[in-house]
């Protein structure tokens, strides 16, 4: 019983945007959904463990360090794009980003240790449910630095090459 109770739980917390997905149609509010190619790695990568919860976990955990490399990449890039005090403020903005990174890791291994405490997220799943939250954080982040990037190229699109 205890593990039902966390696997519905943990499909509330991982449904949560399918949930507002739905509401937001019943409201005719249009949504698009952008899936980036790590998560199409990440899935096809826990497809191909056969979804055990092993695999899984290090499906997430290479999904992680992916997110990461991405980050790192997105933020060199626009580095590169900006001009002199928008490259400080990055910086700033990036070095406050992995602090708040770090004090939302925290919250979400303490949220998982409550849930761990209250019987509701111990065996396999927990560790994979508390992984998948860590990537969420990291996945936001890196969506917020593309959407910059795309930003500045609506502005300036690239130059077309003549053939």
């Given at each position: 019983m205890t593990m039902t109770r966390f696997v519905g739980g943990a499909a509330c917390l991982l449904m949560g945007g399918l949930t507002l997905g739905v509401m937001a149609q019943a409201?005719?509010?249009?949504?698009?959904?952008?899936?980036?190619?790590?998560?199409?790695?990440?899935?096809?990568?826990?497809?191909?463990?056969?979804?055990?919860?092993?695999?899984?976990?290090?499906?997430?955990?290479?999904?992680?360090?992916?997110?990461n490399d991405e980050i790192e990449r997105l933020a060199s890039v626009l580095e590169r794009v900006l001009g002199g005090e928008a490259v400080e403020a990055l910086e700033q903005a990036q070095a406050a980003w992995r602090t708040s990174r770090d004090a939302d890791f925290e919250l979400i291994g303490a949220y998982h240790a409550e849930l761990y405490r209250a019987e509701l997220g111990g065996g396999t799943l927990g560790p994979l449910s508390e992984q998948l939250h860590r990537n969420a954080v990291l996945r936001d982040r890196a969506l917020q630095l593309q959407r910059y990037l795309d930003a500045l190229e609506e502005l300036n699109p690239p130059e077309e090459v003549a053939e």
């Open positions: 409201n005719e509010t249009p949504i698009t959904v952008t899936t980036h190619p790590i998560e199409l790695e990440t899935d096809s990568c826990m497809e191909s463990g056969n979804w055990t919860t092993q695999a899984m976990r290090d499906c997430a955990s290479e999904a992680q360090s992916a997110w």
